[in-house]
């Protein structure tokens, strides 16, 4: 038999709202039993039970049990409490009625870059959220900016992404799937021809990205989700399209769409 055919739906933030207004993400965008919010000041994303996490954010990075994710807009005021990320997530989050044990990351691009790409699959779903810019692009083997081994405060992300998938991963298809969506960002970055301003190439993402993966701790786990596999062509299929929409706004993209 043939498998079910995927539905994609796709979210943007929107323009029209006062900076301070909390936009509510439509449930049916997410995983079942997240809850999300975005203003100005960040996005965070409240669950109901601890997923699976391997990430690269600046607060609890690594493999953890995330019982949140929060992504938090930094501005020119907060720039000197960049040494301490931890604190600078703990407030949002607790601001936004976030669980203490949140994944959380920092970044200077505006909220209202925010998409949301959402596709089920044979009863399984796949959400991936981004926040973007480029002021930083840079292509992989550029001549970093700090010539210091061990550089000071925490750099500020600029493209944050984050896939989810009611699915559970073994922790090397995590990795897998970190790198799936690695690639896809290049590939995202190359068709729009982002160009680093240090070699003038094509850029592979920017000097202060940030990537996560959250999956079920519930079910048989899937051990692969490579190239060759359904789960890895849309997974990289919404980070293109939301990456691409996030830095360059195409026709058909409106909010609730």
């Known amino acids: ?9 796709r979210w943007s933030a929107r323009d029209d709202l006062p900076s301070a207004t909390v936009q509510t993400i439509p449930a049916a965008r997410l995983l079942p039993g997240w809850q999300a919010g975005v203003a100005d000041g960040g996005l965070a994303i409240a669950f109901d039970r601890p ?3 391997l990430s690269s954010a600046a607060a609890r990075g690594g493999w953890s049990m995330a019982q949140g994710f929060a ?3 930094v501005g020119d005021d907060d720039r000197a409490a960049l040494n301490t990320p931890d604190s600078l997530i703990a407030d949002f989050a607790a601001q936004r009625g976030l669980a203490a044990h ?3 990351m920092l970044t200077a691009a505006s909220m209202r870059s925010l998409r949301f790409a959402t596709v089920d699959i044979e009863g399984e779903r796949l ?14 083997g550029d001549r970093a900016d700090r010539r210091e081994l061990r550089p000071g405060p925490c750099e500020i992300g600029t493209i944050n992404l984050a896939l989810a998938t009611t699915l559970a991963l073994t922790p090397a298809a995590q990795v897998e799937t970190l790198a799936t969506l690695t690639e896809a960002k290049a590939a995202a970055l190359q068709a729009l021809d982002a160009r680093s ?11 202060t990205d940030a ?5 079920n701790s519930a079910g048989e786990p899937l051990r692969y ?10 997974a990289a299929r919404l980070v293109i399209d939301a990456l691409t929409d996030a830095i360059r706004p195409q026709p058909g993209w409106a909010d609730g769409c």
Not at 1 to 9: D, E, F, S, Y
């Open 1 to 9: 038999m043939a498998p079910a055919p995927a539905t994609w739906w």
């Open 197 to 207: 301003p240090i070699s003038n190439e094509i850029a592979t993402g920017t000097g």
């Open 71 to 73: 992504n938090r807009h």
């Open 51 to 53: 997923w699976h996490c």
């Open 211 to 215: 990537s996560a993966v959250f999956c």
């Open 225 to 234: 989700t490579g190239k060759h596999t359904r789960f890895g062509e849309y």
């Open 127 to 140: 959400c991936v959220v981004v926040t973007a810019g480029l002021a930083n692009a840079r292509r992989a």
């Open 102 to 104: 949140c994944v959380g």
